[in-house]
């Protein structure tokens, strides 16, 4: 026997298996990392919006751990008008000096419209500035008091009484004190023993549900401040923030820290040194907006200060099943743990590759445990989603775009690509490795894409919609070329694509409280995918073997391809009758969204709705290519001679430039996307015809994007809850403040979680789509019977 060194044993250790393990363990520990920060600082993710945060690259504020809403004009009025109509009164007041008088005007320049609605009065001396608009309960109110005086204690005090008090008071000042009085400590004293006498009357205004904020003074910038500014320095600035913090850090204030870091981040922007430019005061009054209306609107984007979704009894009663599967799996395990005790033979499943052995052989105990411990890791893992993406344990954060964010992974992920390239055993023009590969780096591209929230570019907004179409494409390439040669149109065949397609994306319906649509890939993977079974299935059925001494059926073959053309043309230029179609009751389910829209379903079916039959064509003109002769993929030689192969390089490398100029030259998205159904075709030929018609380069291919490429599906549609967060919107944070640090940490226990889903999925499919047909209809009438409670639950009956 060779002993292996440690070096062997090292590159032993590092498989799928172990890497999963691995990732476990990370995720207890970041669990347990968050459960600790849950019970130190709270949970309340209003306080991370009011305490803390950086600026990103764009200089766009980041709370820490939660995501920010940017509230439009309209956002912000639609807000108000929603409370005004539940009788809900929004009176925001503001105390303080000049600096919080410049908070108050970014306030109320943000909410009014030039409409004559509104009115503001400035009275005498400025002493307070009032905006009010009566349509929507709205009062903003400015009360200059620069000093924490006695006249301040007995304003708070007065809304003590008051029945018209405040919704909010924001509060803040120093500045005048240390002015006035050239820097001098007693006046610190003076301060502090004010802010105490503000300590009873905050306690009691929170009881009456008012939310009072204490903002702490931002740093000035010395070397802007006039001569008579000098006094005023940044180490007194933060012995009055001090004492502020000492004296009210017990009280029921929310202290606003983070408007501090927001203008300490822009201070070279400071006009005079003192006041703030326009953008943090922007910034502040985000976090206000966020902080009051997050909870009501329910933004996708907005997570600060909002309450997660209520659960539906689907997702009890889901999780109750799932859990239950949890607790058998443990007793077969003792059981099988007992039978081995006992010396009994017990015989281990195993699952092939191509045609699973049937279960008579199996031990019923092995079987049982097979099935349930299947889908105990699935509970597991749909804990752990459910716990990433529908709870506030785990934090948010905003996207980041920027050129370099996005340039620099998609270079890093194609140097990594090539460095695990390695020659195939096929030959064949778009062979089995070669699909993978090409699945495997879009899909890298597309998660790029995703994070970083790339899709405010157009240019790279149209090319990821060139990868989606030629996910499309390929499905129709491989599906064809599969019923040609295997002759394979059996209701199991079927079936079994449906559910490696479905499985995944109807259990996170499930359980996430997910609207199918919602996963809008594998949809439109599921419905192509039926209409290329149909289009194989339906008389006659045009193979290999019925074609290769009856030419007629290629005939036949082209009036199928018209006829799928035609409804797909029909379904297109009839809106109407398109609604009518998929709005049609019970699978009007599967095509609306949330809100019970069809809208986004039809932009996307038809962007996409002559990709497949794109893919089929050129299925058939490959294999009729092949068939006569026209170029021998059966070696590893160029497909054609020295002048072909150099014309339909360089017609290929038009073809892509002809593509990547449209994108640039398009201004609308949607004249973009008219353009691109009847055009997405010479790119994906291009790039086709590029990466095969070399020898060299069609027999090699990176093992490392096909492997991603295997698990393409799970990956595209899991990323949504354990990579990105907030319903595409966010990306998930486990460890806040390395934000690089953190998307290595997601991606990898998102990886290995997509992959173990695909494992079992695949264990899985023998139970759902066993050999025999019959017990195919039969399980198919179990799940469509699963399926009536939840729909008539969903209305969809």
């Not at 909010?168 to 240390?178: D, R």
């Not at 068939?627 to 192969?645: A, E, P």
């Not at 070399?694 to 799970?714: D, K, M, N, P, V």
Request: charged share 20%; aromatic share 16%.
């Amino acid at each position: 026997m060779v002993t292996k060194s440690r070096i062997e044993l090292i590159i032993d250790s590092i498989n799928s298996k172990n890497a999963k393990r691995v990732a476990f363990f990370l995720v207890l520990i970041f669990a347990a990392y968050h459960a600790i920060l849950h019970l130190r600082y709270g949970s309340n993710s209003c306080k991370w919006l009011l305490s803390d945060g950086r600026y990103k690259g764009d200089q766009e504020w980041q709370p820490y751990g939660c995501m920010l809403h940017l509230y439009t004009k309209i956002d912000t009025r639609r807000c108000l008008r929603y409370l005004a109509f539940y009788e809900k009164k929004s009176y925001f007041a503001f105390v303080g000096d000049s600096r919080m008088q410049e908070v108050y005007e970014a306030f109320v320049q943000h909410i009014q419209v030039s409409d004559g609605s509104n009115t503001e009065t400035p009275e005498a001396f400025h002493k307070s500035f009032i905006h009010t608009e009566d349509k929507l309960k709205l009062k903003v109110e400015f009360f200059r008091y620069p000093d924490v005086s006695v006249d301040m204690v007995k304003l708070f005090r007065s809304w003590q009484k008051d029945k018209n008090a405040p919704s909010v008071i924001v509060s803040g000042t120093a500045l005048p004190a240390i002015k006035r009085s050239n820097g001098s400590l007693n006046m610190l004293n003076e301060y502090s023993a004010n802010i105490t006498k503000l300590y009873e009357p905050i306690n009691e205004l929170r009881k009456k549900n008012i939310k009072v904020l204490w903002a702490l003074q931002v740093p000035v910038d010395e070397e802007k401040l006039r001569h008579d500014e000098r006094m005023i320095t940044n180490s007194l600035i933060d012995q009055y923030n001090e004492a502020a913090i000492e004296v009210l850090t017990h009280s029921s204030v929310d202290l606003w820290w983070s408007t501090k870091l927001v203008g300490e981040g822009m201070l070279s922007e400071s006009p005079d040194g003192i006041h703030l430019s326009k953008k943090p005061l922007r910034h502040n009054v985000q976090i206000l907006l966020n902080m009051y209306c997050n909870d009501y609107m329910n933004f996708d984007d907005g997570t600060c200060c909002s309450s997660t979704e209520s659960y539906t009894t689907v997702q009890k009663i889901t999780f109750l099943f799932l859990g239950i599967c949890f607790l058998i799996t443990i007793i077969l395990h003792f059981l099988k743990t007992f039978m081995k005790w006992r010396r009994k033979f017990t015989h281990e499943y195993t699952l092939l590759t191509e045609e699973p052995q049937t279960t008579e052989a199996v031990s019923n105990v092995e079987t049982c445990y097979t099935l349930f411990s299947s889908i105990a890791r699935i509970s597991i893992i749909m804990v752990y989603f459910f716990i990433c993406d529908r709870t506030n344990f785990f934090m948010k954060e905003n996207k980041y775009y920027s050129e370099f964010s996005f340039w620099l992974p998609i270079g890093y992920i194609t140097v990594l690509g090539l460095f695990f390239t390695e020659n195939s055993r096929f030959t064949k023009v778009l062979h089995q490795d070669q699909l993978n590969e090409t699945k495997g780096w879009m899909l890298l591209v597309i998660l790029v894409y995703h994070v970083t929230g790339a899709n405010r570019i157009l240019t790279i907004n149209m090319h990821m919609k060139v990868l989606i179409s030629s996910y499309l494409f390929l499905l129709g390439y491989e599906q064809f070329c599969y019923v040609w040669h295997r002759n394979d149109v059996s209701i199991r065949s079927y079936f079994r694509m449906m559910f490696q397609l479905n499985f995944m994306t109807v259990t996170l319906c499930l359980c996430m409280n997910r609207p199918y649509q919602f996963y809008y890939f594998v949809p439109l993977l599921s419905f192509w995918y039926m209409m290329i079974y149909c289009f194989l299935a339906f008389p006659p059925k045009i193979t290999m073997a019925t074609s290769e001494n009856n030419p007629i059926q290629y005939s036949y073959l082209l009036v199928k391809f018209i006829g799928i053309f035609s409804v797909i043309t029909i379904l297109y230029l009839s809106e109407v009758f398109f609604e009518k179609v998929f709005v049609t009751r019970p699978w009007k389910a599967l095509f609306v969204s949330t809100d019970d829209d069809i809208r986004e379903w039809w932009l996307m079916w038809k962007l996409d709705r002559y990709s497949v039959i794109h893919g089929m064509g050129f299925a058939v003109l490959m294999l009729l290519a092949q068939k006569y002769n026209l170029f021998d993929d059966n070696n590893h030689s160029n497909l054609f001679s020295r002048g072909l192969t150099l014309s339909a390089t360089l017609l290929a490398i038009v073809g892509l430039g002809c593509y990547l100029t449209m994108t640039f030259l398009c201004q609308d998205e949607m004249d973009c996307s008219e353009i691109h159904s009847y055009v997405v075709f010479i790119p994906i030929i291009s790039y086709i015809i590029l990466r095969n018609i070399s020898g060299f380069l069609r027999t090699r291919y990176s093992s490392l994007f096909a492997w991603f490429g295997e698990i393409s599906l799970e990956l595209f549609v899991s990323q949504y809850h354990i990579l990105l967060a907030a319903d595409n919107h966010g990306v998930l944070v486990l460890l806040p403040g390395y934000p690089v640090m953190n998307i290595i940490i997601t991606s990898f226990i998102f990886v290995t979680a997509s992959h173990e889903f695909h494992r079992l999925t695949k264990v899985l499919l023998p139970f759902a789509v066993p050999s025999d047909w019959k017990l195919v209809i039969r399980n198919a009438i179990l799940f469509l019977a699963i399926l009536v409670p939840i729909g008539i639950n969903d209305g969809m009956f």
